[in-house]
């Protein structure tokens, strides 16, 4: 399948089904605390889904059970919500959604500190991976290449003395959850397909405090740093036109 590129009203389509992916993250950021379990979490987002018109994304893609993936400390991505899974203080999660709406797909994630004290290391960790994120998101212009956005988010976190993963990386999103291209979060400048407008790429740096070795648990998803370092999560849908990078998960 080739680079499919997006009309401006795909566009618009796009940032609707963007617009409640970010409003769904907000509302569970909000109930992010010590004794939540991050079911109670799933559970809080699948109604607001529903209130909100959308259907989720994830649940059911590849047998995927949930709406959402809560990766707490150690855990990059894919982890699946649990009863048995209670936030304590001190803890990362990162919380990721996808929805549809009308056909268009929107796909975003943040990581959040649990209670008032989590570690400095931490809190740099993910605001170093926010900003690689926005980093990336500068370069998806028309003209540059995906080598431009991978290069950006690498550069910037391992200045910070993080790591980037390698084994999960960024796609293009439209009326599928996962198109082509692939975004990895690292790469060298010039390399890679050149971005053109109308196309739609979902940038979502995983970064990891130590080495960037990532293997997958028993249950197939869960994906972990190998060494037990922990990991942050941030992504944005982002659509390259004429006049720049326009996220539409705002
Ligand atoms: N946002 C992630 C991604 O873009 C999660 C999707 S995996 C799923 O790949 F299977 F849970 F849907
Ligand atoms: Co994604």
């Known amino acids: 399948m080739a680079i499919v590129c997006k009309s401006a009203a795909e566009i618009e389509r796009m940032r609707q089904s963007g617009r409640i992916v970010r409003q769904v993250l907000d509302h569970v ?74 056909g268009y797909y929107g796909d975003a994630a943040i990581t ?15 605001k170093v991976t926010e900003e690689s994120l926005y980093r990336g998101i500068d ?26 993963v390698r084994e999960f990386v960024g796609h293009g999103i439209g009326t599928r959850l996962h198109e082509e291209p692939q975004i990895p979060n690292f790469g060298s400048r010039g390399h890679g397909a050149k971005l053109r407008e109308g196309m739609v790429l979902a940038i979502e740096p995983m970064v990891n405090s130590g080495r960037p070795d990532a293997k997958v648990l028993g249950d197939k998803w869960t994906a972990v740093t190998v060494d037990g370092s922990f990991s942050a999560h941030f992504e944005h849908c982002v659509a390259v036109t004429k006049d720049g990078p326009v996220i539409l998960t705002q």
Request: hydrophobic share 40%; net charge negative.
């Open 139 to 164: 370069q998806a212009r028309v003209g540059n290449s995906i080598g431009d956005v991978g290069a950006a988010v690498q550069e910037h976190v391992e200045a910070a003395g993080f790591s980037v």
């Open 112 to 126: 959040v500190p649990v209670g008032e004290k989590v570690d400095p290391e931490l809190q740099k960790l993910l």
């Open 29 to 102: 950021r909000s109930l992010v605390k010590p004794g939540v379990t991050t079911m109670d979490l799933e559970r809080a987002a699948e109604r607001k889904i529903s209130e909100l018109g959308a259907k989720p994304a994830f649940k059911g893609y590849y047998d995927y059970p949930c709406v959402l993936c809560t990766s707490v400390n150690d855990e990059i991505v894919h982890g699946i919500p649990s009863e048995k899974r209670t936030l304590k203080a001190g803890d990362i999660v990162s919380i990721d959604c996808g929805v549809v709406l009308d």
